[in-house]
């Protein structure tokens, strides 16, 4: 039902290691996983967004770039695993991912192909604050 992207406003040219490796333990596929700037996604070539959701809990208060077609806007807020001291990173990012999986499980329940954009965004709203 979605192409999803993922990308961030101060990446670090490349992926912790601790999130791939909890990518390969429950077998995500991670064949072109890379670290990447969301201004890949801001100019008009590039894929059209219908939802912008970020994630990072500090992202909030962050200036975002301009979105082509004006997407919805969400923010569901979810702690940096790789701000955890080393040593809690494993716990971390699981703790970021089975958040993160559970908001978009609930988001999936939803017709979003059908819902009024008004709606929609209530709906996003909704669940990021769970």
């Known amino acids: 039902r979605f192409r999803a992207f993922s990308a961030g406003s ?12 909890l990518l390969e333990r429950i ?15 801001a100019p008009s070539d590039a894929p059209e967004m219908d939802m912008v959701i970020t994630v990072c809990a500090s992202a909030a208060g962050e200036t975002c770039p301009f979105w082509p077609g004006a997407p919805l806007r969400a923010h569901w807020g979810v702690d940096d695993p790789a701000a955890a001291p080393e040593d809690q990173w494993e716990e971390a990012f699981r703790t970021a991912y089975d958040l993160l999986d559970k908001k978009a499980e609930a988001l999936l329940k939803h017709p979003i192909e059908t819902m009024e954009p008004g709606e929609l965004k209530a709906t996003l709203d909704r669940i990021g604050r769970t």
């Open 10 to 21: 101060f990446p670090k040219g490349a992926i912790n290691p601790d999130a791939i490796a």
């Open 27 to 41: 077998e995500y596929p991670i064949a072109g996983l890379r670290s990447k700037s969301w201004d890949e996604f």
